[in-house]
């Protein structure tokens, strides 16, 4: 079953003259694969994510998510939706500083209604033991390491068991041995829980011991 597939996904800028960004892309990513996406700065990889994540709807072609058809739908449903199936981490892990670590993993699920309150508190502490780090479940997010707080970001990232966790440069503010922590973490969570990863990068390394690389360069898959 595929997670996700794009069909002739193309997209333009228009300021400050008319610019095609992506060229007409076509790809599916399997679930439980984990996907890296390459390519030096402008090629079109971030651009691409956006438009995977469902954020930029203003592109041309058709994208499955889930074999649901995303294309098309209104920014109510796809808000919802991006909430209940895809899972966000970041260079930087917007964890809010006066929450503690449980609190920040709870709040995609609050927002998404599914759970009871004392329910919801048990899968956030699932998803930080995981990621072992259950132990700084009532610790302040701003207490804890840069390596701590970006693995409490993935574990947010997971509350809601989505179909894809979309990674943007996840790494980027880590240094070499948090890098490696957070493949093996990615790597573990494809292998054992079936979750599929997309994760753009500029890291090599990182890139090289995903499943399969996308390089892209001038808005084409090469």
């Known amino acids: 079953m595929s997670a996700l597939e794009a069909v002739g996904i193309s997209k333009y800028f228009y300021e400050p003259v008319k610019f095609q960004v992506l060229k007409s892309l076509d790809f599916k990513i399997e679930k439980g694969e984990f996907l890296a996406l390459m ?22 072609g058709t994208l499955y998510i889930n074999e649901e058809q995303v ?11 991006r909430n209940e199936h895809i899972g966000f981490v970041f260079q930087f892990h917007y964890l809010l500083q006066e929450f503690t670590a449980l609190q920040n993993v709870m709040l995609p699920a609050l927002k998404l209604g599914k759970y009871a309150k004392s329910e919801l508190e048990d899968r956030a502490y699932e998803k930080l033991k995981i990621l072992d780090i259950q132990e700084q479940a009532g610790k302040k997010t701003n207490k804890l390491s840069g390596g701590q707080q970006q693995r409490v970001a993935i574990a947010r990232a997971l509350i809601n068991d989505p179909a894809i966790i979309m990674g943007d440069e996840p790494t980027g503010n880590l240094d070499s041995a948090n890098t490696s922590i957070v493949f093996e973490i990615f790597k573990e969570l494809t292998e054992k829980h079936q ?5 753009v990068t500029h890291d090599d390394e990182f890139a090289k011991r995903a499943d399969r690389i996308i390089e892209m360069k001038d808005g084409m898959i090469i």
């Open 39 to 60: 390519g030096k700065s402008g090629s079109g990889k971030s651009t691409l994510l956006y438009v995977l994540s469902t954020m930029d709807t203003d592109y041309q």
């Open 71 to 81: 294309t098309g739908k209104s920014q109510n449903f796809l808000a919802h939706f």
């Open 195 to 199: 979750q599929t990863i997309i994760a």
